[in-house]
Each structure stands twice: as C-alpha cells, then as structure tokens.
C-alpha cells in the first residue's frame, strides 16, 4: 500500500497519457457498446480530453473529477452488487473489492470488465420486488443540481461519460498495481484479505458472538445484512437468541439495526415493534436524518417480569440523527402509558466526533450533555471521554476520491478514529458494574491500532457493559 501511495504522490516519469493504459482500441470497444444502448457519443471527450491526461496529475489527482463524481459515481453502484439468492455478491473486475478474477494484465482485465458491464444479467432485489438488470442499466445520471461542478452538457452526457471515466479508473487501479508490485504477490495477498475481511466477514463475526458475547443478555447490531441476519438465525446463535430485526428493512441499502435477546433472560421475545413509534415522535416538519432500517425499538419481558424497552440505532455519517432518535425515544416511553414503566438500554453508533465541525458533524460532549438533561447516563458515565475512541480506520490510496486518501504517516491524525459507540439508559434504573470495548475478538482492546484487520472483522469496536438494576 506504501508503494501505491509513493506511486499516486510521486509518479514521476510513471505519469503516463491515460491511452497509454486504457487504450484506443478499448474505447472503441466501450463507445460500440454505449452506442448500442443508445447513450450520447463521448468520443469528443475521449478524444479532445481524457485519452491526453496523465494517469496521476490529470486523472487520479483531478479534483474537479472528484467534484463531478466521474469515476466515484459508477464506483459506487457497480463496486459490489447484491444478487438475490446468493451470500456473496457480484463484483465489478477491479482492484478495489472481492472480484477473485485475473488481473494481471489491462487486457485480461478489459475483457472481463466489458462483459460485466454489459452482458451479465443479475437478478437484484429493488423496493418494487426482484429485477433483472445488467450493470450498465443499475448506472444514475448524475445531476448538476446536487453536484455543481459538473456542466449541463456532461449531465446530459453523465451516463456515458461515468461510463468512460470509470473504465479509466479501473484500468489505472490495474496498472498501478502491476508496476509497483509483481501480479504473482500482490493478488494472492488480495486473496487473503478478501476471505479474511469480506468472504469471512458474515461467519467470522458471528464466531466471535458465539465465543466471546454468548452468555450475553442483550446485543445490538448495526448496518447489518439481511444475509446476517437470516445465517445468525439458521446458526447457533438461532439457538441461543431472539434474533429481531426492524419491519422496515430497506432490501435495496441493506443495512438494518438488530436486537439479540437471550432466550433464557427474554423467554418470551419481543413483545412489540415501537419503532413506528419512535419515528412518529419526531418533531414535526423537522427533517431527521435517518433511514429505514436505521432504527429498530421493541419492547420484551425478562424472566423476572421486569419489562423493557430495548432499541438499536445507527447514526447517519454526521451523527446529527443521533440526538433527535434519543429525544425521540425518550419522548416515546414518556407519553405512552403502556411504556411509562420500561427500563430502557439502547445500543446506538451514534456517529460522535472528537473534534466535531461545528453545525455539521455531532460534538460526543454535547451528546453527554444531552443524554444526561434526558435523566439517562451511558456505559461511559454522564461525560463520554473524547479520546475514548471506538474507531480506527483510514482510507488508502485505491479510491476514486484521492481528496479523503490518508497517507500512511497520517492514518491517527486524518483518519476515523473517533468516540463513537454508546449504551445508554436511564440512570436511575442501572448502575454500571464494568464496562470494556473490544477490537481483536477476544475482550481486548489494543489502542492506536488501526481495524479491521485480518482477526477482527469489523471497522467498529464491540463495546460491552454489565449494569445492575436499581430496585
């Protein structure tokens, strides 16, 4: 990776025109296509334009690019694809996701990038049911109205032209990595950390729950899968757990918060869904930026008869959801007589930041502020500690956005490494016994230490906490 990052920051004489790399021959091959499924002509950008850029300072390090989402836009849609039926996605022959193919060569490459796009069907779920499309038709015009740096006419050109860009995109990515580094090292090791991180991902995770988090009472999960969802319930933890997730689940985004209740603490499950709740106690003509799947509230009973309100959260990327779905919450419980008397623990990522910019992303101290003006505390006391980070991960070099790249003498200081996890409840219900986060899969947590890695699956600490109930 330090090569790839030496290459893109100092390519010198290895910063050749992009058809030295994506050839004529292949944008002929692309503008055949493109011009069978009727899509505008982009040759006069190829040829007035992008076929003279330099792969580096004309094209991987273009801001104005990057404004115009060219070559992150297609990324975006096509790096990996969910098909219906299947565990394991579909993915875009490049670098940067799980494709196993050969890509030794541009021209091995090519070949398997242009029948992707164009002839692979793909049966995918949508909010309107199952669809068959192939990868060219799931593309999106890019407008100038959320995306100001991009002209009319390359709006109205947008799905050609994403079309062309991300080809050049890939095909650098490919070369990129076959100059700096032999394709008989550097693909078995992408290999490696494809099972690790993403093959694995589903089953390595629910080992570590199985093995280390079985005995627990409660646990909530985010941006989880609906696959995840469906092989914890079929698994061992099936056998252990009420595995519930919200009604709402969004097939299309796939990523929903989820409540684990022991079957031997919750004997009966969940009582009731109050998500709809929750969500109708926002306040009115404020728009909260949360999405569906994003909340999961219920309500259950233990053993003991004790009832509760158990609420899973993820917080959009800013965490400015994070405070209205607390309030909202709170609010729920308060004004609704067959709740009043729950005990409520909600396992959020409430998406907090250190260093938060002022107005657009959530300051963890004025998070702390808030919970606790609510009567509620944390597993992290009333004041969260700013450097108590629950993140530790940065961006690489292999990404169509260069402008959010870390380099890698700046992952601690550029990177996501942020306070971002929660369990909150009422303080006058619990006090906390021990509380600890996890980043290796086994109760530890090793500071300054960048994840996920090949033993720890996830870019988010496991945080767990013992209360004992007040009486």
């Known amino acids: 990776m330090q090569k790839i990052e030496q290459f893109i920051e ?26 069978a499924v009727g899509w505008p002509n982009v040759r006069s950008y190829w040829e007035n334009d992008f076929q003279n850029r330099a792969i580096i300072s004309g094209f991987m390090k273009d801001g104005e690019l990057g404004s115009k989402r060219l070559a992150s836009m297609p990324d975006r849609i096509t790096n990996t694809i969910n098909v219906a039926g299947s565990d394991e996605p579909i993915c875009r022959p490049t670098v940067i ?32 049911g199952e669809m068959i499309k192939k990868p060219f038709e799931m593309l999106q015009g890019i407008k100038k109205a959320k995306y100001p740096a991009i002209t009319e006419q390359e709006e109205a050109d947008s799905l050609p032209l994403q079309t062309m860009c991300g080809a050049i995109f890939d095909a650098i990515l490919v070369h990129m990595m076959n100059t700096v580094s ?57 056998k252990s757990f009420w595995i519930v997730a919200p009604s709402d689940m969004d097939p299309v985004r796939d990523q929903n918060s989820v409540v684990f209740l022991n079957k031997k603490t919750f004997p009966e499950g969940v009582i ?27 309500t259950t009973v233990d053993k003991d008869g004790i009832a509760y309100v158990i609420a899973s959260f993820h917080g959009d990327t800013n965490g400015l959801a994070t405070i209205p779905v607390n309030d909202a919450i709170m609010k729920t419980i308060d004004t609704n007589s067959d709740l009043m008397n729950h005990k409520l623990i909600f396992g959020l990522d409430a998406n907090t930041y250190e260093n938060a910019k002022p107005g657009k992303q959530q300051d963890v101290l004025e998070w702390g502020n808030s919970y606790v003006s609510r009567g509620q505390t944390s597993c992290w006391g009333d004041v969260p500690q700013p450097g108590n980070y629950t993140t530790f991960n940065a961006r690489t070099y292999l990404q169509p956005q260069l402008n959010k790249a870390c380099k890698s003498t700046e992952k ?15 303080k006058q219900d619990f006090a906390v016994v021990s509380t600890w986060k996890d980043n290796t899969g086994d109760r530890t947590y090793i500071e300054d230490m960048a994840f996920p890695t090949l033993n720890f699956p996830s870019d988010h600490g496991i945080l767990a906490t013992v209360l004992e109930r007040k009486f």
């Open 10 to 35: 100092s390519p010198g004489a290895d910063d050749i025109p992009v058809n030295k790399v994506f050839t004529e021959d292949m944008f002929s091959a692309l503008e055949s296509r493109m011009n």
């Open 97 to 128: 996701n799980m494709y196993g193919g050969d890509l030794s060569t541009t021209t091995k490459w090519w070949g398997e990038w242009e029948k992707f796009m164009f002839d692979d069907a793909l049966t995918i779920k949508t909010r309107d």
């Open 182 to 238: 032999d394709p008989t090292v550097w693909q078995p090791l992408k290999k490696t950390m494809v099972e690790s991180l993403n093959k694995k991902k589903v089953p390595h995770t629910l080992e570590i729950l199985k093995k280390v988090y079985g005995n627990s009472d409660i646990i909530t999960l985010q941006e989880v899968s609906s696959s995840f969802i469906d092989q914890a319930k079929h698994g061992a933890l099936g």
């Open 272 to 298: 009731q869904e109050i998500t709809d709740r929750v969500i109708a106690s926002f306040p009115a003509g404020v728009d909260v930026p949360v999405a569906k799947g994003d909340i999961n509230a219920i």
């Open 412 to 426: 601690r200081e550029k990177g996501d490494v942020n306070p971002k996890d929660f369990i909150v409840f009422r």
